[in-house]
T-cell receptor, first 113, second 112 residues
Framework: NAGVTQTPKFRILKIGQSMTLQCTQDMNHNYMYWYRQDPGMGLKLIYY???????DKGEVPNGYNVSRSTTEDFPLRLELAAPSQTSVYFCASSYDARDYGYTFGSGTRLTVV | KQEVTQIPAALSVPEGENLVLNCSFT??????LQWFRQDPGKGLTSLLLIQSSQREQTSGRLNASLDKSSGRSTLYIAASQPGDSATYLC???????????FGTGTRLKVLA
């Protein structure tokens, strides 16, 4: 059982480049989330999805886009990368977060130079 | 707006000591509260999930309590070990939402 899988684990981007962070879960979870974690800070919600075809903004959505075409996949797109997007990105999923809480992926460490 | 605070930010204790980590939140209307552990450079591992109707949950040497009316949760670690060294995060899910708000964590170091 793979759980929540994030790729890549590490990436260095130049300012202005774009990339997609991948997140896949094999637990048939309805709810999926993207958070970022900056040093010494808690996790901030970027986007989330309550099911295929449904997405919504979190606290810090600017500079990011998401899509949810299948139950399994929830990619996060960075357009025109900026140094402020240097962070560790975590994907999480849940069957129903009100009753089961989250399961996290291992994270993607992104540096924008 | 829900705000989650964890005190202390860092804690260093000798091995074998019992310790308490604190989490407070401003809106008592919650579905649940989850405690996580994060090792340096790693992802988050779920420790305990407490539903709003529960007062406490236990797993091995860990016990988490919830007092919704006062907006507080504590994570009690018994007989601490060097392997317990990590950052502990609490996350609160406010009623009517499906997303967690996280505290900034308590960084624990257990000295051998």
């Amino acid at each position: 059982n793979a759980g929540v899988t994030q790729t890549p684990k590490f990436r260095i981007l130049k300012i202005g480049q774009s990339m997609t962070l991948q997140c896949t879960q094999d637990m048939n979870h309805n709810y999926m989330y993207w958070y970022r974690q900056d040093p010494g800070m808690g996790l901030k919600l970027i986007y989330y999805s309550v099911g295929a075809g449904i997405t919504d903004k979190g606290e810090v959505p600017n500079g990011y886009n998401v899509s949810r075409s299948t139950t399994e996949d929830f990619p996060l797109r960075l357009e025109l990368a900026a140094p402020s997007q240097t962070s560790v990105y975590f994907c999480a999923s849940s069957y129903d977060a009100r009753d089961y809480g989250y399961t996290f992926g291992s994270g993607t460490r992104l540096t924008v130079v | 707006k829900q705000e989650v605070t964890q005190i202390p930010a860092a804690l260093s204790v000798p091995e074998g000591e019992n310790l308490v980590l604190n989490c407070s939140f401003t809106d008592s209307a919650i579905y649940n509260l989850q405690w996580f552990r994060q090792d340096p450079g790693k992802g988050l591992t779920s420790l305990l999930l407490i539903q709003s109707s529960q007062r406490e949950q236990t797993s091995g040497r860990l016990n988490a309590s919830l007092d919704k009316s006062s907006g507080r949760s504590t994570l009690y670690i018994a007989a601490s070990q060097p392997g317990d060294s990590a950052t502990y995060l609490c996350a609160v899910m406010t009623s009517g939402t499906y997303k967690y708000i996280f505290g900034t964590g308590t960084r624990l170091k257990v000295l051998a």
